[in-house]
């Protein structure tokens, strides 16, 4: 940061254009930006000119970005294998048939925005109706605390279509090309505790 030589806080500047270099250093674990209707980390640097004999100072805002740090070196769990089962039946006794199954696994839990998220999803239907469709959607879900309350918004923010299954058939379906991580902020987005990110894999059939 610009210092002046005297010390005092202040500089004059003599007339015509004066160029004053100057640098921050951000400090470790600050929180991503993020920016929604509900909630928003933002930063910005200002800088002020104090003119003899003006009343008012004359002042400048610029806005700016922070890409938060979320080392995956440093995440134990970010290169586990990842599985998870789900059964649901159509209706209730007495017209209650087999039910639809959808069986996920994901090679790792940890991934970087630009990457594509590989994953293997074995889908059964069991049940007495045709599947017409299934697709699986990266969701972003960010909680927001204040006053010892909680506000939940979900955001989608990739999605890829699955295949169709007739009454008693099963697939396997391997995606290793479609799903990819747009640009967003890191989960739980560190030194931030009234903002929480964390992302999704979903897939449903209907």
Known sequence: ???????????????GT???????????????????????????????????????????????????????????????RIVAQKEKYICCWPCKSGPIGIHLAIHRTGFVPGEIIPFT?????????????????LIQTVSY??????????HELARVNGPTLDRGESTTWRELEALRIPPCPPSRLAGCHIINVEYDIKVTST
Do not use: Q
């Not at 999803?121 to 959607?137: D, F, Y």
């Open 18 to 80: 004066s160029v004053y270099p100057f640098y921050f250093t951000l400090p470790l674990n600050i929180p991503s930006s993020y920016n929604s209707r509900v909630g928003k980390v933002m930063y910005s640097m200002s800088a002020r000119l104090k003119k003899a004999w003006y009343k008012f100072d004359v002042k400048s805002v610029v806005p700016y970005t922070v890409n938060g740090i979320l080392d995956l070196n440093r995440e134990v769990a970010a290169s586990d």
């Open 145 to 154: 605390h204040a006053n010892e309350k909680t506000k939940i918004e979900t």
């Open 121 to 137: 999803a074995e889908l059964n239907n069991l049940s007495t109706r045709r599947i017409t469709a299934s697709k699986a959607r």
């Open 1 to 15: 940061m610009f210092c002046p030589a005297n010390g005092s806080g202040t500089v004059s500047t003599p007339p």
